[in-house]
């Protein structure tokens, strides 16, 4: 599985190194994701490749608000 993003959350990300540094940290998750598809695809690796996306869930109401969180600072910050 090869998944966008960063370890830290958005919200941290952004106070230690500011907006354009995180942007570019996000596009180059992105980046390295056609990479892999890349290298798979020219090497023949049989390994079932998919670019399928992913799904974070919250079965509670604090996990929720998180992900409310993060996703606000992702829409505000990181997306153009």
């Not at 960063?6 to 106070?15: A, E």
């Not at 974070?56 to 109401?61: D, F, I, L, S, Y």
Request: positive net charge; glycine residues 4%.
């Amino acid at each position: 599985m090869v998944l966008t993003g960063m370890k830290l959350p958005v919200p941290t990300l952004f106070k230690r190194y500011g907006r354009e540094a995180v942007r570019k940290m996000y596009a180059a998750s992105l980046d390295t994701i056609s990479c892999v598809e890349q290298i798979v695809r020219e090497e023949s690796i049989d390994c079932n490749f998919l670019r399928c996306g992913h799904l974070e869930v919250a079965c509670k109401q604090a996990p929720l608000r998180w992900l409310r969180r993060i996703r606000r600072a992702r829409q505000a910050r990181i997306q153009p």
